[in-house]
């Protein structure tokens, strides 16, 4: 017996095994679709046009079955499948002996009474071609799950699914070329077209069981597909011949048209039979070499010495990280590197530059010669250097060098000049070498006719994460940032930190299309969340650009300029950039002046609320509204809460505005109620700042009973930034809220900190699954996983779901399809005044 080897790990294991799942899926729910024909009397299932032959309800209950059968195979239930298949083999068993025999023995409809079909003498029967196929099927679902000869089991079973599959291509032609003898053996029942399809989507899911088989066990059933492959084909095509044939001779014809159908299946049986073969070869040489490669390139990196290993034109062949990182490399400047390229690298660095060009240029006259050396270098750093011939049958292809680090570290004086011009935590340049340096790259521009550009990064609500977590684990996130920066800074560039949470890049560029690719580059640092005890931790920065000489000639002028264009950055959104220009002075007054409006913002009665209603999915009945505020300004006209929330937390008048929100809310639902709209709910977002005044439930009871509102016409939107560090304050705020029947939603879910302990910990109601994970989800496979993934974590917690963004018909589908309770979008509606919602509360 074939010893059992497991190998999921492939990629090609994973395809087979979906594609699987995918056709047997699809004969599922092809084999359910027509038993809901038959007991709904729904045509078009059982039949593809009227007046012609029905798909019976046995045939329907074999597809099922058998898709059944091939998911248990799949998971490895082989006593279950094989009974299944096993009832299938008799079913079909007897219905084709009814045929061969004439009898009837009183099977056809066991299930289900059929009414009499076109061209079905005996109502329920399946036709005989159709009991073949299932023979067909069974016969090599069980062969594959049979231990002994595993190979040639699969490899009998694969080409019985091929067969099947030629076959049901041959039933299904016939009625597309109107050859009835193609899907009606004799006088026998013919096989409708929609059983035919049936058969496509099986014998697919059994080709993939076979697939799947090969690679979960490494046979080499492989090998004879080529030829099965071709026997099928020339099988099927012999029989649409001979049908054709006895055609012809029944109509008197001469067309040779059967003969010219038997020459294209040896034609095809043979074309495809050397494709199938050619493709395998091809990958079995693909193989070969990858294994090859890798174990050279293991080799090479295994070693602790720098390889490189080049032709006798001195390019590049082969070598290894270690040789990048002595040489201080990046992998794409060796593809165009020569000897004299090396020559240059070299000479760069060492100190014994003359002796050691000459013993190169020796080696390089002397194509056998094997020789080692020492490389001095500045810095007291010493590698060993030994080169050898690369030879190939006694013929010299190339060169082998070999360079191991052999340095002894005597740099006390080197590191305490280094301690007092690099940051401590980061180990990155420091201010003051930063200001240095900036000064040397602004003079060496001059020559140079260089741009000298000045990139200001700050990171994006960085006091708010000092604040939760603490300034030990701040500073951890600190140095993850700025690893991943120095991987984004060219070695052309210097990356430094200036404070905090600020860091500068000091570029020396051509173009200013140069400053937006490098800073792209640096913003890319950010696209994946901090990783800290358990925390996912979503990051972003802002930055400011300023260059020399276009916006000044002295160091503070650019770091002024470029400060400026930092804070410009984030008034308009954050995480992304800005080049400072001459109006940004004008915008800074602009900004000092409306935040003086903002502050008397709620005198002057210049807020309003708009109203985005929430549906519920299953019924798109309205059940309630978010409200969402805007500044109506005399100046600038309607103003989204994105641009001055920030800047009300900032001055400390967000409770006041968070007040007034409430009061307006409860008026607003007053005023429903006595319009007789007694059960509408409307969620309000809290700011962070906001809901850490204790007095939240206290002011909130005030204003339900002031205003005679149900606390369960309140739902207050929290966002996960609130929750994380669960102190004991807020812990206490929501058991108040929770008590007084108000429930919380996390907002935005997903996109915060993520910490899962706070949804079994906290008194939460519903998630709100933010619109970036539902924009983009018919063509974002990653978007799909994670709100599936969201979905069942609220199903585990027992907590209600709304799905926010909803912009088409297919994220609503999708969404229903998951178990999405409720939603809202610009699909529904967008946010409206108070006076246009009376359309959705009607």
């Excluded at 998911?71 to 499948?81: E, G, P, V």
Aim: with cysteine.
């Amino acid at each position: 017996m074939q010893s059992m080897v497991f190998h999921k790990s492939s990629n090609s294991y994973y395809t087979a095994y979906y594609l699987t799942v995918a056709f047997a899926t699809l004969t599922f729910i092809f084999g359910l679709s027509v038993l809901i024909g038959w007991h709904f009397n729904i045509e078009f299932l059982i039949q593809y046009q009227p007046n012609t032959v029905a798909i019976v309800y046995n045939t329907a209950l074999c597809f099922i079955i058998l898709s059944f059968s091939i998911f248990l195979f799949l998971n490895c239930y082989y006593k279950s499948a094989i009974t299944l298949s096993f009832t299938v083999f008799i079913l079909s068993g007897l219905a084709l002996t009814q045929h061969v025999f004439s009898i009837n023995l009183q099977i056809d409809e066991v299930f289900f009474h059929h009414y009499q079909s076109i061209e079905n003498a005996y109502p329920g029967r399946m036709a005989s071609n159709t009991a073949f196929c299932f023979l067909l099927i069974t016969t090599a679902l069980v062969l594959m799950n049979i231990r002994g000869y595993q190979s040639f089991n699969n490899s009998l079973a694969g080409a019985l699914g091929l067969l099947v599959f030629c076959l049901a291509l041959l039933f299904i032609s016939g009625y597309f070329s109107d050859i009835q003898q193609a899907y009606k053996w004799g006088n026998k029942t013919p096989m409708s077209i929609n059983t035919g399809i049936g058969f496509l989507l099986l014998s697919l899911a059994v080709m993939g069981l076979y697939w799947h088989n090969n690679t979960l066990y490494q046979l080499n059933s492989g090998i004879a597909m080529p030829y099965l492959s071709a026997f099928c084909i020339m099988f099927t095509f012999s029989l649409l011949s001979f049908e054709i044939f006895k055609k012809e001779k029944e109509l008197n014809l001469s067309t040779n048209l059967s003969i010219s159908t038997l020459a294209l299946g040896v034609f095809f049986s043979i074309l495809f039979g050397l494709i199938i073969r050619l493709w395998q070869l091809a990958k079995i040489s693909a193989v070969t070499a990858k294994y090859a490669l890798s174990e050279i390139k293991a080799t090479l990196e295994s070693t602790a010495d720098g390889i490189l290993v080049v032709d006798r034109a001195g390019k590049v062949m082969n070598y290894n990280k270690r040789f990048l990182n002595m040489w201080y490399q990046e992998e794409r400047s060796l593809k165009t590197i020569n000897y004299h390229d090396i020559k240059l690298i070299i000479n760069k660095q060492l100190i014994n530059r003359r002796e050691t060009i000459q013993r190169i240029n020796k080696i390089l006259k002397n194509p056998n010669y094997q020789h080692a050396f020492e490389l001095k270098f500045k810095g007291e750093i010493y590698y060993d250097c030994y080169t050898q011939p690369l030879k190939l049958d006694d013929e010299i292809i190339g060169r082998v060098w070999s360079f191991r680090d052999i340095t002894i570290p005597k740099r006390l004086e080197i590191e305490l000049s280094h301690q007092s011009t690099h940051d401590m935590l980061t180990n990155l340049p420091n201010k003051v070498l930063a200001i240095n340096m900036l000064g040397y790259a602004m003079k060496t521009a001059v020559s140079s006719k260089k741009i000298v550009g000045v990139y200001l990064l700050d990171l994006d609500r960085f006091t708010q994460i000092n604040d939760v977590f603490g300034h030990s684990k701040g500073d951890e996130i600190i140095k993850a940032i700025s690893k991943r920066l120095i991987d984004c800074v060219p070695m052309n560039h210097m990356l430094g930190r200036l404070s905090g949470d600020q860091f500068i890049v000091i570029a020396s560029i051509n173009n200013s299309k140069e400053v937006v690719t490098g800073v792209t580059r640096l913003l890319s640092a950010f696209h994946e969340p901090v990783k800290m005890n358990g925390h996912s931790i979503k990051m972003s920065c802002s930055v400011g650009i300023s260059s020399y000489p276009k916006d000044g000639n002295t160091v503070d002028t650019l770091l002024s300029k470029a400060d400026i264009a930092l804070s410009r950055t984030k008034v308009e959104g954050r995480n992304s950039f800005q080049f400072y220009t001459q109006e940004m002075h004008s915008y800074t007054l602009e900004h000092i002046l409306l935040e003086s409006e903002l502050k008397n913002a709620v005198a002057k009665n210049e807020f309003v609320l708009y109203y985005q209603p929430i549906l519920k999915l299953s019924s798109l009945n309205v059940i309630g509204f978010e409200a969402l505020i805007r500044w109506n300004h005399p100046r600038n006209g309607l103003i989204l809460p994105d641009k001055f929330i920030p800047l009300a937390e900032e001055i400390g008048i967000i409770g006041e505005i968070g007040d007034w929100v409430f009061v307006t809310v409860c008026k607003q639902i007053q005023a429903w109620q006595l319009q007789g709209f007694k059960n509408i709910k409307i969620s309000i977002n809290i700011s962070p700042k906001q809901f850490k005044f204790q007095y939240i439930p206290k002011r909130i009871n005030e204003l339900l009973s002031e205003f005679q509102v149900k606390s369960e016409s309140i739902e207050l939107e929290l966002t996960e930034n609130i929750l994380i560090d669960k102190s004991t304050d807020i812990i206490d705020t929501l058991s108040k809220l929770k008590e007084m029947g108000i429930q919380i939603s996390i907002d935005d879910f997903g996109t915060g900190y993520s910490c899962l302990s706070y949804l079994k910990d906290l008194p939460i109601d519903i998630l709100k699954i933010d619109q970036t994970f539902v924009k983009d989800l018919k063509n974002n496979q990653s978007n799909q996983t994670l709100i599936k993934a969201i979905i069942a974590m609220a199903k585990k917690f027992n907590l209600s779901l709304i799905a926010e963004g909803i912009e088409n018909q297919y994220q609503l589908e999708f969404l229903k399809k998951l178990g999405c309770h409720y939603g809202q979008g610009y699909y529904f509606s967008h946010p409206k005044p108070t006076e246009k919602c009376m359309q959705f509360l009607q």
